[in-house]
């Protein structure tokens, strides 16, 4: 029989499971689990087939020249009403080709916990396709920056974070400059297309806001907008390759990889700056590194990312001993994510909880394709179901990322878009899962309620029984 | 769609000995008790009121806003004058129409209780309806709708697939979106129902409260634009039986570079407001009059354009109150001036005005939510912020 542990492990760890994964998760949970914390050696294949970063960009720098071509035979005025949309019509394809990625390889990756890390540090430090400009970066952001890291040094994340064009891009960095810089006295020449939008002439203080209170120390670290301008000030400059034409971009930067963080001394505010007491001196991009440094190893910054972690995988109100266990290894080993997780694992309490998370669509859908095999989703059904659930992959509001508490789920109208979905897969998969109730007993097995039991026997159809399943409390939550 | 009658109402909550604590325990009779309705529109991301709202007559108006000053009224996409100092962004043109109806108050130099200017505990300030960031976990709506006579089961309806801060609570409160997915059978339903009867009550309560809301739903295929959801937000307060009180988002606010482009996202989102105040107006037909709808964001934009052509996290912004039963045709302001000397921290505009004192008279004076309950269960920390009068159009 397949134990409350064994359930744990696939549900509040990974993505459900198939009942032939259920009998090998049911030898060792435990293990299971942790077998499954170390890097990995190559990328999954849908996600290996994937644009490179590079060409993220290019396709950027082939719109934008398209752009400028058709702007010279259409009125003007008729062009601006649309430079955003142009954009994502062009970009789109992309993004839909990712989403399915990062579902493919959820559904059908041997790690899935490794995976389900990927999702809640790609949650943390997002970079959200809703704002149009950045709607074909999030791939490669969590490609390049998270997915390297996710067992590894927090620190080593942060930089690989900041400094990737994704997150530069979305959160305004490329635009910010010195008010005392040189560009900010004689500002470079820009391409004509970019004419409809003016030249950036001081800072911008979106990212470094955003790292303070969204990625390090937590909003009541006790910082203060003196310390929110200094920070901006440091990190003006910190910038991408922007190259002009694409042509001479993929001759000038080929064997450069993915790459593209570019110090641009011109647009660097000179001077020294003080954040959270503690000031540093004029220099480069090794001021700004400094103070990554300082965040990822302050104190506040263990306490507010094992709040996170824990009440990602156990309980939208962490137990508070589980929370200090995590920041404590956290600063014992200088942020190591592995350890982190890894001492998670071995906590009693995730193995304790009742499973009061309810999953989030993506990964409620996920779970789903998992667990049944199918139905089989094209990427417009795929969008399509997650957008009425209100989760588009890549695509939270802002810059906090989706909520991970039920309060905000949990609502009328989510239940009721799930349980529609639920009915329509049923239906898609009575074919290939005849029996329910069966399926049920070897997926859940001691974790199933006796009313679930019960109204997926008493079913009036298979479809009927699996839309039951689906709807449950037990494949609902984790 | 399958018709929710009584008689399956009494199925649905019969299946479990659940019913004495399932929401539907408060059903007794409709919501005709009160004629009110009341419509929040949240903001996300921060409006740059001084954009929504340009006080063009202050004298440093120009300069203070160097490179994102609207031209005067009467020249190409000027300010659309209110009065001497105010006017409307030239994209707000028929909330302009709303204001010569005088069913428009716009509101400015106005703040919740928080300066901090991080985006999400501003919200969380602006909809726990307390002075502190995650002080309360229920939102002041919810609150307010525990004063008001029990109707039948729904006071309150979010638009919106989520559940946001402000509608959380114990009041019983519903929430509907578009779908483009079939309809579930009434069986299945039921069936999913007994089984959240016996093992899930939150599952259970929240599918309750989502066929309540479809039993009343009209157009599910509008779409999901901003004046499509207004447009349903309206169906579902015109209802006689519907619910009283209803809450719509909208985001991408949050302008940190390039916000003066036409058809940018500001241009976009304000114009999209305009179309769905009246949006909401039509759908509401008859009960336009006894609505009043808030449009509130969780702060103000800094007054001097940054770096990047856009504004950054500021303080005191813009706010508006309007519908058939709003007292408007004039601007609500204390106005505290854009010279540099008088801006918060020499960057924002200073707020003058706590919008708990709006939303105190709005519910007061309109949805008659006692006094004793406003002060002590709506916003419990706010000694000292009386409700602002005059708010609401005497009948």
Redesign the interface.
Known sequence: MITQQAVIAAQRFGFGATPAEMVQINADPRGWVKAQLAAETALPKPLAALPSTMDDQLAFFRWLSQYGNQAKSAEA?AM?????QSYVRALYPRYQRAVQARFDTAVTTPTPVFERLVHFWSNHFVVSG?K?IAIALPPSFERDAIRPYVTGKFSDMLHAVVKHPAMLIYL?NT???G?HSKW?KNPPRRPRQLA???A???????LA?EIL?LHTVG?DAGYD?TD?TSFANIITGWQMITPRQPARFAALYVGVGDDLFYFNAAAHEPGAQTVMRKTYPAGGVEQGEAVLNDLARHRATATFLATKLARHFVADEPPGELVERLATVFRDTDGDLGAVTLALVDSPQPWAQPQSKLKQPEEFLISAVRTFGGPQLAPRQLL??LN???QRPYMP??P?GW?DQ????????????R??????AGRGLAGSIPEPDQFADAVFGDAL????RT?IAR??SPA?GI??LL???EF??R | MAAFNRRTFVKLVGASAAVATAPSARIAFANAAIDARLLVVVL??GMDGLAAVPAYGDPQYVTARA?IALPPPGEAGGVLPLDGTFGLNPSLTEFAALYAQGALLPIHAACVPYH??????AQNVLENGSAV?YFL?SGWMNRALTALPAGNGDLGI?I??????IM?GDAPV????P???????T???E??A???A???T??HT??V??????AMATDSQDGAQFPSLMRAAGGFLANATGPRVALIES??W?T???QS?????LDRNLRALDAGAIALRNALGAQWQHTVVLVMTEFGRTVAM?????T??GTGGAAFLFGGAVAGGRVLADWPGLASGNLL?R?DLKPTIDLRGVMKGVLADHLHVPDGHIETIVFPDSTGIRPVPDLIRAV
Do not use: C
């Open positions: 005025s601006a009403t649309s430079v955003e809703v149009p305004d635009q910010s400059i008010a900010a409809a939008f003016p950036p002439t001081g800072l911008n203080e979106n806001r209170e909003v907008q929110v399509a179901s009425e659930m209100g509001l802002g906090d909520a039920q309060d905000y789920w949990l609502s009328p109208d989510g239940i009721y878009k349980i529609e979905w639920a009915q329509l309620s006796a009313a679930t109204a079913a009036e009927q839309a039951l709807a449950a409390p609902m939550r | 996300r991301g490179g901090g200017r991080s985006h999400f505990e960031p976990k979010t919106a697939q989520t559940m946001p801060v959380r519903t929430s509907w979106y779908s483009v997915l079939p309809q579930p059978d069986d299945t339903l069936r999913i007994a089984i959240y016996a093992a899930d939150k599952l929240a599918l409260h989502a066929r309540n809301a479809h985001s991408g949050d940190h570079a390039n482009l036409t058809y940018g996202a940054n770096g990047t052509s856009g950054d996290h921290d960057r």
